[in-house]
């Protein structure tokens, strides 16, 4: 069984910054991408950044420039540096582990993580 941990999220003024993070655990094999999405109240769940086991890394156009996606491959982590933040960001934020391949199977599964709650504040 594999579970998502996220951690990080909190009320910030708007210009503030936080740091996500989200530990993968359980019999983990491998991990392709690992992502971050979020969703606000009535609007539907978007991604924000993704990082893939190489490096390769893809964001949302709203939050280039102010957010940082990055990876520990050994620990199974992925973090998400947000700076400059803006009353819109605010948002339930989720971790997203795409194919993930345990040690006990070779079928690859997607993983979400429990959500973690960002509020921006004017």
């Known amino acids: 069984q594999v579970q998502l941990v996220e951690s990080g999220g909190g009320l910030v003024q708007a210009g503030g910054s936080l740091r996500l993070s989200c530990a993968a655990s359980g019999n983990i094999f491998s991990i392709n991408a690992m992502g971050w999405y979020r969703q606000a109240p009535g609007k539907q769940r978007e991604l924000v950044a993704a990082i893939t086991s190489g490096g390769n890394t893809n964001y949302a156009d709203s939050v280039k420039g102010r957010f940082t996606i990055s990876r520990d491959n050994a620990k199974n982590t992925v973090y998400l540096q947000m700076n400059s933040l803006k009353p819109e960001d605010t948002a339930v934020y989720y971790c997203?582990?795409?194919?993930?391949?345990?040690?006990?199977?070779?079928?690859?599964?997607?993983?979400w993580g429990q959500g973690t709650q960002v509020t921006v504040s004017s």
């Open positions: 997203n582990a795409d194919q993930v391949r345990t040690t006990t199977s070779s079928v690859r599964h997607n993983y």
